[in-house]
């Protein structure tokens, strides 16, 4: 079922005249795996607004104001993004779950965007979530 979504996918972006992609490692995957013509595959990169995203520091108290509020430690890894299932959130927690525990214990895995779900249904095998339930926290 998800295969077929991916090659109708696929098919669409053969037919198309123009393909935009964000980054010139997406563009070469295209033009290599798919066989599309350079020429008719344009990189757009993602961009944003450098008066609101920057790396600016922040003042102590609100860093630790948010680190509070969400229980974090000073240090983690961070996911932001979607549950949908081409973000392939299982195979995240799947690798992170690999790292050696010290490591875990040094930089928790951070998830945050959408609403994410414990045990998401008829997406395949999410053991790792099972496994790592323990440590989620869940905030609405």
Do not use: C
Request: glycine share 6%; aromatic share 12%; proline share 9%.
């Amino acid at each position: 079922q998800i295969a077929n979504w991916y090659y109708e996918k696929i098919d669409h972006v053969k037919r198309s005249d123009i393909i935009l992609t964000v980054s010139e490692a997406s563009k070469r995957d295209l033009v290599e795996l798919l066989g599309l013509a350079p020429k008719h595959v344009h990189v757009v990169e993602n961009g944003h607004d450098r008066d609101v995203f920057n790396p600016s520091p922040i003042p102590d108290s609100v860093g630790r104001a948010v680190l509070e509020k969400y229980r974090l430690p000073r240090t983690f890894l961070f996911y932001f993004g979607g549950n949908d299932l081409w973000k392939n959130i299982r195979r995240l927690l799947a690798s992170y779950l690999r790292l050696p525990p010290e490591m875990r214990s040094q930089y928790p895995l951070v998830l945050g965007g959408k609403p994410f779900v414990p045990v998401p249904t008829g997406q395949g095998d999410y053991a790792p979530v099972i496994k790592m339930s323990s440590y989620l926290v869940f905030e609405k």
